[in-house]
């Protein structure tokens, strides 16, 4: 089957659609840059967060409203990673549709949740569960502005590992204002009290694993899809089946009037 005869399979805007696009992305584009999205709730630091992390501290613009409204790329040549800020989502239709979209061609998705908003929201826990199904290792879970509630961070950070013990995601705790401290600085105590290291490390691991998330993502992909195409084919034998059934009633039927008919002359 070519694609576009695969792709009518799927209803458009379903998620085995995007799926199958997904795919063959991937499969069409093996040299393309890593992509690495920064993905979450409007203001709770997406674009702070790239800035420290890339050590550019006005590459993204940050501030306490909504600030970031379209998808924004670094493009890190010598190592052919794509660093994206998006939109924060809850703030504008549109803004929540464009940081989709960004989503929808990630590697690895860093979902940005600050502390001071407490626990996880539905709409949070809905993404962790959909992006933790076919590649377990695409999305890690930061917990921002750590400095803001140094007091109770033990609490929340357990209270939110318990809401996410389903699911097999990362979780880091960090902030990101004092490692920009620490680059200014060059302070130590600063660099340890921002805990970027842990993240540092994981990031390190999934750039040098890169051909093999993509091989994991093809195949849990592949999965999925067969498995949607397995129920596709089942739904559509049920069909024939009773379809089957009831021209055969009917046949049964004909051959029985006319049979009473033919006897009644
Ligand atoms: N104290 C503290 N403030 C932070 C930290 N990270 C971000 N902020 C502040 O939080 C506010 C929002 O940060 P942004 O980086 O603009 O947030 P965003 O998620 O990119 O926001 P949108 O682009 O609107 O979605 C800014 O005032 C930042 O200075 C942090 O680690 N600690
Ligand atoms: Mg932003």
Redesign the pocket.
């Known amino acids: 089957m070519n694609k576009s005869n695969l792709r009518k399979v799927f209803e458009k805007n379903t998620a085995n659609h995007e799926k199958l696009i997904r795919l063959e992305n991937i499969l069409d584009n093996q040299k393309s840059p890593f992509k690495i999205v920064v993905y979450?709730k409007?203001?709770?630091?997406?674009?702070?967060?790239l800035n420290a992390w890339l050590n550019q501290s006005e590459l993204f613009n940050?501030?306490?409203?909504?600030?970031?409204v379209i998808n924004q790329k670094y493009f890190d040549q010598e190592n052919n990673i794509a660093w994206i800020d998006t939109?924060?989502l809850d703030?504008h239709e549109q803004d929540d549709a464009e940081a989709q979209e960004a989503v929808k061609e990630a590697d690895i998705i860093l979902l940005?949740h600050d502390i001071i908003s407490g626990e996880l929201d539905e709409k949070e826990l809905k993404m962790i569960e959909s992006f933790s199904m076919t590649n377990k290792q695409k999305l890690k879970l930061l917990l921002?502005?750590i400095?803001?509630n140094e007091d109770n961070l033990p609490l929340i950070i357990n209270n939110i590992e318990n809401q996410i013990n389903h699911f097999p995601v990362k979780l880091f705790p960090i902030?990101?204002?004092r490692y920009q401290k620490y680059s200014q600085t060059s302070i130590d105590k600063w660099k340890q009290a921002s805990r970027f290291e842990a993240l540092q490390i994981e990031i390190q691991k999934s750039i040098s694993d890169r051909d093999d998330l993509r091989k994991q993502e093809i195949m849990g992909l592949c999965d999925d899809l067969t498995l949607a195409l397995n129920s596709k084919k089942k739904a559509a034998s049920d069909i024939i089946y009773s379809m089957t059934q009831q021209i055969e009633t009917k046949q049964n039927n004909c051959k029985r009037d006319a049979q009473n008919k033919f006897n009644s002359l």
């Open positions: 979450g409007y203001n709770h630091g997406k674009s702070t967060f940050t501030s306490d409203k909504r600030e970031t939109p924060g703030a940005v921002t502005k400095d803001q902030s990101p204002i």
